[in-house]
Each structure stands twice: as C-alpha cells, then as structure tokens.
C-alpha cells in the first residue's frame, strides 16, 4: 500500500490541477444549501484519491471524462468503485457532459444521496472519526 504521505502529496497536487468541471461542481457543492454535509475534494481513501468526499455520509462523487469511456480506464474505474463500496462508501458517477448540461439534475442528485428525497428537509449530518486504538 501507499504511504500516507504520497497519498496525501498526490491529493495535494490534484487539488492544485483541478479540471474546470471540477472547479464547477467545487463552487456548486459549496453553496449547497445543507446544515453539515461537508465536502471534501481530492480525498485519499484507502490507496485511491476520490473527486469529491462527504464523510459524514461516506458518500463519493466521482467526475469522469471521455477517457473513462475507454476499456482499461473504465475497467479501473470499475475496480476502484468495488473496492470503495466494499469498504462501505457510497459512489456515484457523473460524465462531465452531464455537470454541463444539467447542473441543476446533478446537484438534485446529490440532495437525494445526502438526504433521501428532494423534498427532506436539511439536517446536520455527523461526521464520526474513526478512532485509533493505542498500541
């Protein structure tokens, strides 16, 4: 596995490059009108660096480009979801195309991954750190 430090230097330098769909959804989640449902962009989880990362309801938003449409990248990306979703993380995908187009569509999507419906009402959500037992 990885070292914490190169995941967390790789995650660092992704934030610097963000990609404009990202610097558009970044801008978007911020506004979203939540009470808690922080986010986190560039995220190490595990030996992966994910998009987008809400702990408190260990929820991934994945942004995927053209390329992820090709075999070996689309394999990849298929490998890396089932890892994250067998370590209890939720992961949903959007194409960039789709941030483009329907942002609206997209953001109503992340509500309801946040808080089950379009019309729940915002709630505070926890986050819950994993503590480390002393050794």
Not at 1 to 20: H, Y
Not at 73 to 95: C, H, M, P, S
Not at 107 to 130: C, D, F, P, Q
Request: hydrophobic share 35%; aromatic share 8%; glycine share 4%.
């Amino acid at each position: 596995m990885v070292s914490t430090s190169i995941r967390r230097a790789a995650a660092k330098k992704l934030r610097a490059n963000t990609t404009p769909h990202e610097r558009m959804l970044w801008r978007t989640l911020k506004d979203l009108p939540t009470d808690g449902s922080h986010f986190r962009r560039q995220a190490p989880i595990g030996s992966y660096v994910v998009d987008f990362f809400c702990p408190a309801k260990r929820l991934i938003i994945e942004l995927d480009g053209g390329h992820h449409s090709e075999d070996d990248t689309a394999k990849r990306d298929l490998d890396r979801q089932r890892w994250l979703e067998n370590e209890g993380y939720r992961v949903i995908r959007f194409w960039n195309s789709e941030l483009s187009n329907d942002l609206t569509a997209v953001m109503e999507r992340i509500y309801v991954e946040l808080y089950g419906s379009r019309e729940a009402e915002t709630m505070h959500l926890a986050h819950r750190r994993k503590r480390k037992t002393p050794t």
